[in-house]
């Protein structure tokens, strides 16, 4: 995945962020760190680029990066560490970002079912 192809699918995966979450990343980018996602109690989690795969296998990857990023930043603002909520089971597990038919999505873990396309997830 080069520079440009990073950047877009982190900038898809950063709108779920926007819909869904109540905690905003500061998005840095470093030569030295590569890009970081900072949250504000001043914790930091850098995002890899994998080699190789499919670009929705790629996108999966960064989204599920962004979850873990997100999931600690709700945890230590006190909220609810569920992120992205599963509709079907609020508070109770996130979505997952998996591929299906060559498409990035966020899937109920429970049921399968997809819910949205990455970047797709509409606002609260």
Known sequence: MDDLE??????TVLRDLQARCAVRPEVRTDDGYGT??????????GLTSPVGGTAAELLAHLADQVQ???VEALWSEGASAVW???????????????VS??????????????VARIGELESL
Not at 84 to 98: E, G, K, N, S
Not at 101 to 107: F, G, K, S
Request: charged content about 10%; some cysteine.
């Open 6 to 11: 990073f950047a877009d699918a982190l900038e």
């Open 36 to 45: 970081m996602l900072w949250a504000p109690d001043g914790s930091a989690q």
């Open 68 to 70: 873990g990023w997100a």
């Open 84 to 98: 992205p909520p599963c509709p079907t089971h609020p508070d109770t597990h996130p979505l997952t970002a998996t």
């Open 101 to 114: 038919t060559d498409t990035a999505v966020w899937v109920c873990p429970k049921t399968g079912a997809t």
